[in-house]
């Protein structure tokens, strides 16, 4: 059994920066691929990025490219999320998922941190 805990979400102005962290427990992290996903107010659940298990690839949704970096801690059993340039489309609660390979479906997911941009 593979527990997710988020923390990092909170307000920040449009244009601002925060970084989310995804502790995880249970199972090797280390073989693990890992990714976030998000869901606006009123929106489907979306993916948002994803590594694999020692870090060296990564992929990210079109609409946060540029802006979002995955990135992992495996000794620390931690993936993070920093995101930059916020924009108010970005508000959404945000989950950390443990996928069932790398590219394929979540099978664990955390029970999500709120981030809100106003702009």
């Known amino acids: 059994q593979v527990q997710l805990v988020e923390s990092g979400g909170g307000l920040v102005q449009a244009g601002g920066s925060l970084r989310l962290s995804c502790a995880a427990s249970g199972g090797t992290f280390s073989k693990y691929a890992m990714g976030w996903f998000r869901q606006a107010p009123g929106k489907e659940r979306e993916f948002v990025a994803a590594i694999n298990g020692n870090g060296d690839s990564t992929y990210y949704t079109d609409s946060v490219k540029g802006r979002f970096t995955i990135s992992r801690d495996n000794a620390k059993n931690t993936v993070y999320l920093q995101m930059n340039s916020l924009k108010s489309e970005d508000t959404a609660v945000y989950y950390c998922?443990?996928?069932?390979?790398?590219?394929?479906?979540?099978?664990?997911w955390g029970q999500g941190t709120q981030v809100t941009v106003s702009s």
């Open positions: 998922v443990k996928q069932r390979w790398y590219g394929a479906s979540a099978d664990y």
